[in-house]
């Protein structure tokens, strides 16, 4: 019901703003810009969204069946179980769904974003087979999407490729601000699907997982900024998640064989539903797409920025992180449109300065929330989201808040 209700208002609130345009500032051209953003947005769904992604869910939804016959899935499963079986009590053990999860979350990390997709689907696809109430999420698919929604990336590599193209003096400077404010957005967000799904997260098993999770990306953190360049830390970045992703093929080939599998017809039998997962999706991604264009296109964005600055102002408080801000508004609502801010932010401002740094951490510190409801959930049929975008919105705000204050401690 809540998807409703914000859908529904991306379209009012738009039609509001607009009308106020064009009576008070005489713009004539603002229904024109909304209703051409419309079919932009609706085309982009279906020929930039929907088909690639229906060649790319059937090379990985056949290689994930290679790694299912293979007992690699199993295997991950087993080896995440004790952690997993706290925070998603719902989901039995050694159920493949945790190996679902594990490998988009380790996607994920490596900033595989077109690896990371189909294992996502296939995850919710597995979550969804333990759901009982088949048009409204469960409490184990709320606590993976939210976990999916805040981000967790260690390396931003596209983030850092793009400052380089724009000549940045130092492209990697952001990589530990990012790498902060992402797991910042992830910790909050399973504090707040925890507490709303009553999950005990003092128990031994959570801390020490946690507890190891954090002490490792410190580690990971510590070993970049001592022993590698800044050079060598954007190659080591995209050679290590390419030779990840190519490994992972490999192993589950390799493991498939020694079970004497037929890897060929394992791959056919998975990449089936490749197609028909991009199909299903479609209608759920051009109806999110459409109302997020009415409100980019209807200049909501500027008018909240502007109240942002004037409250600001009026408290005292520096503003100079303000001008970032439709980087961190739009982020949770379109990757493209956040990425056309980010890179918009470096243009005006300078790839170098503050706003231009700090745009590119906003970036990097969450995900898409309502491109990946509508996604994740739609490829399943789920209506009714529950509290899912609530909790992924908290992950989100404290991702903002965080970015902000590393940026201030790195580059203010």
């Given at each position: 019901?809540?998807l409703?209700?914000?859908?529904s208002?991306?379209?009012l609130?738009g039609f509001a703003?607009?009308l106020a345009?064009?009576?008070?500032?005489?713009?004539?051209e603002?229904?024109?810009?909304?209703?051409?953003g419309?079919?932009?947005?609706a085309?982009m769904g279906v020929?930039?969204?929907a088909?690639?992604l229906?060649?790319?869910m059937?090379?990985?939804?056949?290689?994930?069946?290679i790694?299912?016959?293979a007992?690699?899935?199993?295997?991950?499963?087993k080896v995440?179980?004790?952690?997993f079986?706290r925070i998603f009590?719902?989901?039995?053990?050694?159920?493949?769904?945790?190996?679902?999860?594990v490998?988009?979350?380790?996607a994920?990390?490596?900033g595989l974003?077109n690896?990371?997709?189909p294992f996502?689907?296939k995850?919710?696809?597995?979550?969804?087979?333990l759901?009982p109430?088949?048009?409204?999420?469960?409490?184990a698919q709320?606590?993976f999407?939210?976990?999916?929604?805040?981000?967790?990336?260690?390396?931003?590599?596209?983030?850092?490729?793009q400052?380089?193209?724009?000549?940045?003096?130092?492209p990697?400077?952001?990589?530990?601000?990012c790498m902060?404010a992402?797991?910042v957005?992830?910790v909050t967000?399973i504090?707040a699907?925890?507490?709303r799904?009553?999950?005990?997260l003092?128990?031994s098993?959570?801390l020490?997982?946690?507890?190891?999770?954090?002490?490792?990306?410190?580690?990971l953190?510590?070993?970049?900024?001592?022993y590698l360049?800044k050079?060598?830390?954007e190659?080591?970045s995209?050679?290590?998640?390419?030779l990840v992703?190519?490994g992972?093929?490999t192993?589950?080939?390799v493991?498939?064989?020694?079970k004497k599998?037929?890897?060929?017809?394992?791959?056919?039998?998975?990449a089936k539903g490749?197609?028909?997962?991009?199909?299903?999706?479609i209608?759920?991604?051009?109806?999110?797409l459409?109302?997020i264009?009415?409100i980019?296109?209807?200049g909501?964005f500027n008018?909240?920025?502007?109240?942002?600055n004037?409250?600001?102002?009026g408290?005292g408080?520096?503003?100079?992180?303000?001008?970032?801000l439709p980087?961190a508004l739009?982020?949770p609502?379109s990757?493209s449109?956040s990425?056309?801010?980010?890179?918009?932010?470096?243009?005006t401002?300078?790839v170098?300065s503050f706003?231009?740094?700090l745009?590119c951490?906003?970036?990097?510190?969450a995900?898409t929330?309502?491109y990946?409801?509508?996604?994740y959930?739609?490829?399943v049929g789920?209506?009714?989201t529950r509290?899912?975008?609530s909790?992924?919105?908290?992950a989100?705000?404290?991702?903002?808040?965080?970015?902000i204050?590393?940026?201030y401690?790195f580059f203010?």
């Amino acid at each position: 019901m809540s998807l409703n209700y914000i859908w529904s208002g991306f379209f009012l609130v738009g039609f509001a703003a607009a009308l106020a345009q064009w009576i008070f500032l005489g713009d004539n051209e603002i229904f024109k810009r909304i209703i051409d953003g419309t079919f932009e947005s609706a085309k982009m769904g279906v020929m930039d969204i929907a088909l690639p992604l229906a060649g790319v869910m059937t090379l990985w939804l056949g290689i994930m069946n290679i790694g299912e016959k293979a007992g690699a899935i199993g295997w991950l499963a087993k080896v995440i179980a004790p952690f997993f079986s706290r925070i998603f009590p719902e989901i039995p053990k050694d159920h493949p769904a945790t190996g679902h999860m594990v490998m988009n979350f380790s996607a994920n990390l490596l900033g595989l974003d077109n690896a990371a997709t189909p294992f996502g689907l296939k995850a919710m696809e597995s979550l969804q087979s333990l759901n009982p109430n088949k048009d409204e999420a469960s409490n184990a698919q709320i606590m993976f999407l939210v976990l999916h929604t805040s981000g967790l990336t260690l390396i931003p590599l596209s983030i850092m490729a793009q400052r380089a193209i724009l000549g940045a003096a130092d492209p990697s400077d952001i990589f530990i601000p990012c790498m902060i404010a992402t797991y910042v957005a992830t910790v909050t967000g399973i504090i707040a699907v925890a507490i709303r799904q009553r999950i005990n997260l003092m128990d031994s098993v959570v801390l020490s997982w946690l507890g190891g999770m954090t002490t490792a990306i410190v580690a990971l953190i510590w070993y970049f900024t001592q022993y590698l360049t800044k050079t060598e830390i954007e190659t080591v970045s995209k050679v290590v998640s390419n030779l990840v992703l190519i490994g992972i093929i490999t192993v589950f080939i390799v493991g498939a064989l020694r079970k004497k599998v037929n890897v060929y017809e394992a791959f056919i039998e998975g990449a089936k539903g490749g197609i028909q997962t991009s199909l299903t999706v479609i209608p759920y991604l051009v109806g999110m797409l459409v109302a997020i264009s009415v409100i980019r296109n209807a200049g909501v964005f500027n008018f909240v920025v502007t109240g942002f600055n004037w409250i600001f102002t009026g408290l005292g408080m520096n503003t100079d992180f303000v001008p970032a801000l439709p980087t961190a508004l739009m982020k949770p609502l379109s990757g493209s449109g956040s990425k056309a801010m980010m890179i918009d932010a470096m243009n005006t401002y300078g790839v170098d300065s503050f706003v231009g740094r700090l745009a590119c951490i906003f970036q990097g510190s969450a995900d898409t929330t309502f491109y990946i409801v509508a996604l994740y959930f739609g490829s399943v049929g789920i209506r009714k989201t529950r509290y899912a975008i609530s909790c992924g919105l908290i992950a989100d705000f404290a991702g903002v808040i965080t970015a902000i204050c590393v940026a201030y401690v790195f580059f203010g």
